[in-house]
């Protein structure tokens, strides 16, 4: 038997990499298996948050605004102001 995982292998668990032998370890044992649900778990939430952070438009926005600082300009103002844009009509 296996002694418990390392952390590096306990995300290798998490990401479906791991090797037979450690999948079969967290199998049979409870710490481990605890473990992996708690990583997987605050691997999500981390995921998660970054997809909300940085979507395309915030990065935008940011991007805009670093240029407004460097060169005085409205760029971020302009890009809020900004119509939405529409789907094409199918008529």
């Known amino acids: ?3 418990h ?6 995300m290798d668990v998490v990401d479906g990499t791991a090797s037979p032998a450690a999948r079969e370890h967290v199998a049979s044992c409870e710490s ?3 473990r ?6 605050a691997w999500g939430r981390a995921r998660r948050r970054i997809a909300a952070k940085f979507t ?8 805009l ?6 060169l005085s300009s409205r760029l ?7 119509p939405a844009l529409r789907a094409p009509s199918s008529t």
Do not use: G, I, P
Request: with cysteine; glycine share 0%.
């Open 1 to 3: 038997m296996l002694a």
């Open 56 to 63: 395309l438009s915030h990065m935008q926005r940011a991007t």
């Open 36 to 41: 992996v649900a708690d990583a997987a778990e």
């Open 76 to 82: 971020a103002a302009r890009f809020d102001e900004r």
């Open 5 to 10: 995982l390392s952390e590096e292998t306990l």
């Open 32 to 34: 481990c298996r605890t």
């Open 65 to 70: 605004s670093v240029y407004d600082e460097l």
